[in-house]
């Protein structure tokens, strides 16, 4: 119960009061491009060096602690695709509960869809922890989804579990509804999920971000250390200043950031391999008619898609079929 409490007291505090109603914590960036990725870390890690060195925006790097003040904002292109990579101030421990720019900076890490924890390979390992419980202080979980529960506020209800919750009970449940007030909804649990992930569903406002930690500066350790890094989950090593293996962070951003490109073809023309249109996995035609004009969508006949990864032919589809990257597309309008 007292996790419950924690959890909304933690919420409210966290929710915008002013009468605006904008919620004006983040900064005042607009979103561009395909996708936007924020570099989140302690000062002096190499977040601005690493800007410069991936994008055409240069943002000032020095040797000492916050050199970057604001947002700065580059495109990252990746085979066509634009990538809006975030440089960020360095935050400090405290920056989700304190006031100005750390909030501001973690408030700006919800709107990613991509997080760059950036970190000091020469520095300790804490780092790496310090830094999570900042962003999971504002609601932000990092590579993980959203719990299987499905929660609806009814006029009568009750709990359904379809697994056996091993992690939590049914009375906590129940306790923790109670103490938010909800007597009449529906819960349906399919997950075995443990007391705070409820409480991440009751509070509705979670974020599931997935992130890279992406260490700097292996130029300056050894080489068994890299080797330990570089073979741990969801991480990548990086010297920005010696240009080391930058090209293989983007191809992992993208391959995080879970999207696929697809590219159009006019009839007699070849491919536009420039100009893909960028979606989200699962994306169908109409996702991609839609990412080009609503009017391809009504005046839909059909399309001619061809996957490069598995089969060479061009096939008819509607639109409902689910595209793949690299996909190469033609839509035939009335
Ligand atoms: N040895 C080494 N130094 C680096 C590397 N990348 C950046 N630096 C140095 O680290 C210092 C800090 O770099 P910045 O890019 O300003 O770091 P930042 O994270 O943007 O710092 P703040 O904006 O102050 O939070 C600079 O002196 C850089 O030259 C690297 O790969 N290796
Ligand atoms: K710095
Ligand atoms: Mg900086």
């Known amino acids: 119960m007292l996790k419950a409490k924690l959890a909304r007291y933690r919420a409210q505090l ?5 009468k605006s109603g904008s919620s004006g914590t983040g900064f005042d960036v607009q979103k561009a491009g395909d996708a936007r990725v924020a570099l989140i870390g302690f000062p002096s890690v190499g ?52 006031r100005g720019r750390g909030r501001q900076v973690v408030a700006t890490a919800k709107t990613a869809d991509l997080i760059l924890v950036m970190l000091d390979a020469t520095k300790s390992e804490e780092q790496r922890r310090l830094l999570e419980i900042e962003l999971d202080a504002v609601g932000i979980r990092l590579n993980k989804r959203k719990p299987d529960v499905v929660f609806k506020r009814r006029t009568t209800g009750g709990l359904t579990t379809t697994v056996k919750l091993t992690k939590t009970n049914e009375k906590t449940i129940r306790t923790i509804l109670a103490s938010y007030k909800l007597h009449n909804c529906d819960v349906m649990i399919r997950e075995d999920i443990t007391t705070d992930e409820f409480i991440d569903v009751l509070i509705g406002t979670r974020k599931y971000i997935p992130c890279l930690y992406v260490y700097n500066k292996i130029d300056a350790i050894s080489l068994e250390m890299v080797d330990k890094l570089a073979r741990s989950e969801n991480t990548v090593v990086i010297s920005c200043e010696m240009s080391l293996n930058l090209d293989y962070l983007v191809e992992r951003v993208w391959e995080s950031l879970g999207l696929v490109k697809v590219y159009t073809k006019k009839r007699g023309e070849r491919p536009d391999l420039s100009d893909p249109v960028c979606l989200r996995k699962g994306a169908t035609i109409e996702d991609v008619c839609l990412g080009i004009h609503k009017s391809l969508a009504t005046n839909f006949r059909y399309a001619l898609g061809r996957s490069s990864k598995f089969s060479p032919h061009a096939q008819k589809v509607s639109l409902n079929h689910q595209v793949q990257d690299e996909d190469v597309v033609s839509i035939f309008t009335k």
Request: net charge negative; hydrophobic share 35%; aromatic share 6%.
């Open 14 to 18: 966290l929710e915008p009061t002013s």
């Open 47 to 98: 977040k601005s060096t690493l800007l410069s060195k991936c994008t055409n925006t240069v943002s000032e790097a020095a040797a000492y602690e916050f050199t970057t003040l604001t947002a700065i904002p580059g495109v990252v292109e990746y085979q066509g695709a634009r990538i809006q990579l975030l440089d960020l101030p360095g935050i400090v421990e405290g920056a989700s509960q304190g």
